[in-house]
């Protein structure tokens, strides 16, 4: 694991990439901002109160002296923020209305991002998924051509590296969605030097059972092929028929993949939640994310139980996706 973050580390040495850490009273991020800001591989951004950031600081033993702290309250450029959070969301909210919501700082952090005064956000160590993912779809929003963002995991073990997908945000994806995890999930791949061979997994290969379900992956196939045409990608598979070499020999011999897949695109959460959990418990993976994507610039959420070692990690991955 250490080399993958390494490398990553070594990446950003030099990028200056601003990352926002709305949830600044919380130990474990302002010990991650603390070790993020001092090794100089990017500039944590605290959000709040600085007398009070500083305090949480000297509790914890750790100094933010390196990272910025941007309070809502007196921010020199609120009134232009509000009037830019009203033009994005198009006459929903009004005047008065905005200048309470970015007092919110998920919010207040989004639009910092959202102005280019940030190239991402970290956030979910005190909040839900929902209150760190709906600011960034009402703002950031997805990117062109992308409907929903979606959720993957990097899983690590040794050097084996493995992207699953969509593990944690969309409950039962049609084709359309499945071809925009595809092709978001290559891109996410390539951030962590893998090349990106893409099995769309299914309770079928190649055929062998036909019903709704398996046609779903298989036009999903379709799609993301018509999305980027220099996808390695396959499908319908099980599961060993994508990953072990003599069973794709004998299930899938026409294939394009081999049983050498890296990238494993799951036919709905359920399956994919299960699957990464499976992996991490009884196969020794450390699952790293969830890593969202689709969106045109980065937010990322924490888990409530996360480390501050999860927290520098993600924020390491916000500032790659951000550099891509």
Do not use: W
């Not at 830019?84 to 905005?98: H, I, L, W, Y």
């Not at 910092?112 to 909040?127: E, F, I, K």
């Amino acid at each position: 694991m250490s080399n993958l973050f390494e490398t990553l580390e070594n990446k950003l040495e030099q990028s200056n990439k601003h990352i926002v850490f709305p949830e600044s009273l919380d130990e474990r991020i302002v010990t991650a901002a603390s070790k993020l800001g001092a090794s100089g591989i990017l500039m944590p951004v605290l959000i709040g109160e600085k007398s009070a950031i500083k305090r949480c600081a000297e509790e914890v033993g750790v100094d933010v002296s390196s990272c910025k702290i941007i309070n809502p309250t007196d921010f020199p450029e609120f009134d232009l923020m509000v009037e830019t959070f009203v033009e994005r969301r198009k006459g929903k909210v009004t005047n008065e209305d905005a200048r309470k919501i970015l007092l919110d700082e998920n919010y207040f952090g989004t639009m910092l991002v959202y102005m280019n005064q940030a190239d991402g956000l970290v956030s979910g160590a005190a909040h839900s998924t929902a209150d760190t993912v709906r600011p960034a779809l009402q703002i950031i929003k997805t990117k062109e051509g992308v409907k929903k963002t979606s959720g993957v995991f990097i899983m690590v073990r040794g050097d084996e590296k493995y992207v699953f997908a969509d593990c944690a945000i969309n409950i039962a994806p049609d084709s359309q969605d499945l071809a925009e995890i595809a092709v978001e999930s290559a891109e996410t791949a390539k951030l962590f030097d893998v090349d990106p061979r893409i099995a769309m997994l299914s309770f079928s290969t190649m055929g062998s059972a036909k019903s709704a379900e398996t046609e779903k992956v298989v036009d999903a196939i379709t799609i993301a092929k018509e999305k980027n045409t220099e996808l390695v990608i396959d499908g319908e598979f099980q599961f060993d028929a994508a990953f072990v070499p003599a069973v794709a020999e004998k299930k899938a011999p026409n294939s394009i993949l081999t049983g050498d897949a890296n990238v494993f695109i799951f036919p709905s959460l359920e399956a994919g939640n299960i699957g990464y959990k499976i992996a991490q418990r009884l196969g020794g993976f450390e699952a790293v994310g969830p890593i969202l994507q689709g969106l045109n610039q980065p937010v990322n959420d924490l888990s409530r139980g996360c480390s501050a070692e999860d927290v520098y990690k993600l924020a390491l991955i916000t500032a790659a996706q951000a550099d891509k």
